[in-house]
T-cell receptor, first 116, second 118 residues
Framework: AQTVTQSQPEMSVQEAETVTLSCTYD???????LFWYKQPPSRQMILVIR??????QNATENRFSVNFQKAAKSFSLKISDSQLGDAAMYFC?????????????FGTGTRLQVTL | GAVVSQHPSRVICKSGTSVKIECRSL??????MFWYRQFPKQSLMLMAT?????????EQGVEKDKFLINHASLTLSTLTVTSAHPEDSSFYIC??????????????FGAGTRLSVL
């Protein structure tokens, strides 16, 4: 079974600064997908960014980028120019590429605080 | 992006009653929906996978007679918590997957339902 580990229960960043959230995973599969989801106080899960394992290029979405290290099974999220609205719980998630509707496996989450 | 509506957002009920939670895909057809449970300050735990027109697949340890799932149409899945007890109090979240979205392998989430059983 796949596992996802987020070793940072809480992180803090000053507004306009950059922060990196860590995520590691364990799998025996070679093809899979990785995601970062954001859960603000409203509890609505929002997709931040996704990465296909077969792609070597790191995904980027505006201020959000990932550092995907397949051999190390690491998938960190970098938030640049942090904004107050970035404060939320961030969950790393894994999905197998096999099967038509494979489930997501979530990490335990990292609570990000953004300070002035 | 795709919109998933979940209703109600909050429900308070007496112990022993049943509660139904609806999950609707508003602008796409969802062949598969997922139901999660989230305890305070914890991650999402998958309860079951719901496929339109067939029986749901429950995760290990989830009582299928306790948590009834119906996915009768391509836009609606329901979760019924039967004979609810205080230990069933939690935050329940649904997500949806469609053939169109499948290529992107993205699940879109509802806003969740907070269930409080007195």
């Amino acid at each position: 079974a796949q596992t996802v580990t987020q070793s940072q229960p809480e992180m803090s960043v000053q507004e306009a600064e950059t922060v990196t959230l860590s995520c590691t995973y364990d799998t025996s599969e070679s093809d899979y997908y990785l995601f970062w989801y954001k859960q603000p106080p409203s509890r609505q899960m929002i997709l931040v960014i996704r990465q296909e394992a077969y792609k070597q290029q790191n995904a980027t979405e505006n201020r959000f980028s990932v550092n995907f290290q397949k051999a190390a099974k690491s998938f960190s999220l970098k938030i640049s120019d942090s904004q107050l609205g970035d404060a939320a719980m961030y969950f790393c998630a894994y999905r197998s590429a096999s099967g038509t509707a494979s489930k997501l496996t979530f990490g335990t989450g990292t609570r990000l605080q953004v300070t002035l | 992006g795709a919109v998933v509506s979940q209703h109600p957002s909050r429900v308070i009920c007496k112990s022993g009653t049943s509660v139904k939670i609806e999950c609707r895909s508003l602008d796409f057809q969802a062949t598969t929906m997922f139901w999660y449970r989230q305890f305070p300050k914890q991650s999402l735990m998958l309860m079951a996978t719901s496929n339109e027109g067939s029986k749901a697949t429950y995760e290990q340890g989830v009582e299928k007679d306790k948590f009834l799932i119906n996915h009768a149409s391509l836009t609606l899945s329901t979760l019924t918590v039967t004979s609810a007890h205080p230990e069933d109090s939690s935050f329940y979240i649904c997500s949806a997957l469609s053939p169109q979205l499948l290529a992107k392998n993205i699940q879109y989430f509802g806003a969740g339902t907070r269930l409080s059983v007195l």
